[in-house]
């Protein structure tokens, strides 16, 4: 369900079941996921839920969240970062969002987070730059200890 955040804007929130073992945890809305007020329900949702069904996971069982639960301005997420290339200086908003995510994965529980995209991989790991050095590896959180990602 979706709510406006304190500067107007809409706000996604995730869903999923509150003993979900699965977090999989995307950048921000885009248009789609804003209007329905739904993580994941646009072109990258319909694509996460073929790979989901090809890997023999229940959509309906995992945790569905963004590090950011705001749509960018122009589906950027760079707007929320000073230095997109390495995260530096993160936005207040940014940091924000991140602070939400963590109390929401700290209530879940998830046994693991996936991060889907080098945003979800900062928050999750405080870095997200170079992502594809990271693909099919396994870490503990930095957001939250404990956490495998």
């Not at 977090?23 to 989901?52: K, N, T």
């Amino acid at each position: 369900m979706s709510t406006l955040d304190e500067l107007g804007q809409i706000e996604v929130k995730g869903v999923g079941p509150p003993d979900a073992k699965v977090a999989l945890i995307g950048e921000a809305p885009g248009g789609e996921e804003e209007l329905s007020g739904r993580p994941f329900v646009g072109r990258a949702g319909r694509l996460l839920d073929q790979c989901l069904m090809e890997a023999g996971i229940n959509r309906s069982e995992c945790y569905i969240d963004n590090a950011i639960r705001v749509r960018p301005p122009e589906n950027k997420v760079k707007f929320f970062f000073s230095n997109r290339s390495d995260f530096k200086r993160p936005s207040p908003t940014a940091l924000h969002y991140r602070d939400l995510l963590k109390e929401n994965l700290s209530r879940v529980r998830p046994n693991i987070a996936v991060a889907l995209g080098a945003t979800a991989l900062w928050a999750l790991s405080s870095d997200g730059s170079n992502i594809t050095s990271k693909r099919g590896t396994l870490f503990e959180s930095t957001l939250v200890p404990g956490l495998k990602c």
